[in-house]
């Protein structure tokens, strides 16, 4: 065994200087380890303090998580409508029924239908989930491959996929 090391080391061509220094480096590893095996640091915070500040972060976060429900309630409305609640007295309840007459079509929400191969950039805005970012990429593409000739090929532009796709289709037009 000896004898197979000593000539895998004479292959590399390992000068003595080099073993010791390696092997150095490997006692020193070795050492460190152990040492940090043993040792357990004390943790350097207050459980009290990490608390409070573990309070603060979870409400910090649900204030936020809070502002981007209201946010994303414009672009992504509920099917079912909640029926509101108001107090007008002292102890009286007025329960407000939602209003339940049913859209002929989505597009009534927005106005008239969108043409996608004539609006401008600001025309386009007024689409659900397209801000001026996308706008622009959609004004680029056609000014760089013509009119559209499918709705589909919006899923061309970056950032555009199915879930936003299905959304805008009954809001636009090609012609």
């Known amino acids: 065994m000896r004898r197979k090391l000593f000539f895998l080391i004479e292959k590399l061509e390992i000068k003595r200087s080099e073993r010791i220094a390696v092997s150095g480096l490997l006692i020193l590893l070795v050492m460190l380890s152990g040492v940090q095996t043993f040792l357990n640091p004390e943790p350097n915070y207050d459980e009290d303090e990490y608390r409070k500040l573990e309070q603060i972060f979870r409400e910090k976060s649900q204030a936020i998580q809070s502002e981007k429900d209201l946010i994303m309630a414009r672009y992504e409305p509920d099917e079912e409508i909640p029926v509101a609640v108001s107090v007008t007295g002292a102890s009286a309840l007025e329960i ?53 000739t499918s709705k589909d090929q919006l899923l061309e532009i970056k950032g555009i996929g199915e879930k936003r796709l299905a959304k805008i289709k009954p809001l636009i037009t090609l012609q």
């Open 96 to 148: 407000m029924e939602p209003d339940t007459t049913e859209k002929e079509s989505p597009a009534e929400d927005f106005g008239e239908m969108i043409n996608i191969n004539t609006a401008s950039s600001e025309k386009l805005q007024e689409l659900p989930g397209i801000g001026p970012a996308y706008a622009g990429r959609i004004v680029t593409w056609r000014d760089e491959n013509g009119s559209f």
